[in-house]
């Protein structure tokens, strides 16, 4: 990856930012079987530097990015998708639609939004398909190299992409702003009125975090160890 690269997805990483939450007590219903997951691969270290804004896709609002091996993309709330790689951006797909979270894996976008849209661009195959997966809205996505994927969003809503996408939990209720997945039976979901749950091998299982606040992000590098940011201030590690 050459240094303009790099920095620009340090600059995605500050605007999408980074999270993650604590669980705890109540056992709930026990998730689907998750076979097949890889390790997460090292992540590289951040660049430095002041970010390369000279080059502006389009107009609508910038709502997410992500970087896989080989290109940096970036989605908007109400335009297309954008690509960062040869040293330059392109429109990679322009259908106006509200998206609002995005992760990547080694070679794949994926991206959700409002109303269950879950948009994943594929840069082997070249393809970009679109799923509706729920009619729920999505708030969050997280992705494995190996190509399993977590998404979350309102009134509970977990959704796991093995084969296909589909639900994941039941019995949450609480609208769910951040996920993070490290593998198979690990997981971590947080969100409204400080609601923080982890998957475990019998199930989710909320943690009691004595917030009252929105959390809004998580982000997880093991099963045993975890951050979750919010309103106000928040900051908790598990």
């Not at 997951?37 to 609508?60: E, R, Y």
């Not at 908007?76 to 040869?86: K, Q, T």
């Not at 040293?87 to 976008?109: F, H, I, K, N, Q």
């Not at 989710?204 to 160890?225: E, H, I, Q, Y």
Request: charged letters at 20%.
């Amino acid at each position: 990856m050459s240094t303009r690269t790099a920095a620009l997805v340090a600059a995605v990483l500050i605007v999408a930012g980074v999270a993650l939450g604590a669980l705890a007590a109540r056992t709930l219903p026990r998730a689907a079987e998750v076979t097949g997951v890889a390790s997460p691969s090292a992540t590289p270290p951040i660049a430095t530097g002041a970010p390369d804004t000279s080059a502006l896709v389009f107009a609508q609002p910038l709502s997410a990015g992500c970087a896989t091996d080989n290109a940096v993309w970036v989605v908007s709330d109400g335009g297309g998708i954008g690509r960062f790689a040869d040293d330059g951006w392109s429109l990679a797909e322009p259908t106006l639609r509200s998206l609002v979270a995005a992760a990547c894996a080694r070679t794949e976008l994926i991206a959700v939004g409002p109303g269950g849209r879950i948009v994943a661009a594929d840069e082997r195959s070249r393809r970009i398909t679109t799923d509706m997966a729920t009619a729920e809205d999505l708030l969050a996505v997280a992705a494995l190299p190996a190509g399993n994927a977590v998404a979350s969003g309102t009134r509970g809503t977990i959704l796991l992409r093995d084969l296909g996408w589909g639900a994941y939990a039941r019995g949450i209720e609480e609208d769910l702003l951040g996920v993070a997945y490290v593998g198979a039976e690990s997981a971590w979901a947080v969100g409204a009125s400080g609601a923080a749950y982890r998957l475990e091998a019998r199930g989710w299982r909320a943690l009691p975090t004595g917030l009252t606040m929105t959390l809004r992000g998580v982000s997880a590098l093991t099963r045993d160890d975890a951050v979750a940011v919010g309103d106000d201030g928040a900051l908790l590690r598990w």
